[in-house]
């Protein structure tokens, strides 16, 4: 079955960096858009970075253009996340997904989720 499992977060002061990184199995990775998203307690589910499953096609929410970057690693089946000057508004829970590559929008199953903390 297909299972996605996110890792690499953690707490860090603002201005700091992370990478997390989304670890798949159960389907053919190389062939599927990926997408990263997130949730902070009190709001819903939104979208942060998507990435074509070439890799050479990536999307990024407003609030984190610039800051992160999304990629992948076709051979080993990972999606990852890299976060630079992180914010406070940056906090939440974050997930992988595969996505429509049309529209981006996830489908499917999630996995647990990381957690990230951005204190000021």
């Known amino acids: 079955q297909v299972q996605l499992v996110e890792s690499g977060g953690g707490e860090v002061q603002a201005g700091g960096s992370l990478t997390l990184s989304c670890t798949a199995s159960?389907?053919?990775?190389?062939?599927?858009?990926m997408g990263w998203f997130r949730q902070a307690p009190g709001k819903e589910r939104e979208g942060v970075a998507g990435i074509s499953n070439s890799g050479r096609s990536t999307n990024y929410a407003a609030s984190v253009k610039g800051r992160f970057t999304i990629s992948r690693d076709n051979v080993r089946g990972i999606l990852f996340l890299t976060m630079n000057s992180l914010k406070p508004d940056d906090t939440a829970t974050y997930y992988c997904a595969r996505v429509y590559c049309a529209n981006w929008r996830a489908f499917g199953a999630w996995g647990q989720g990381t957690q990230v903390t951005v204190s000021s």
């Open positions: 159960g389907f053919f990775f190389p062939a599927d858009c």
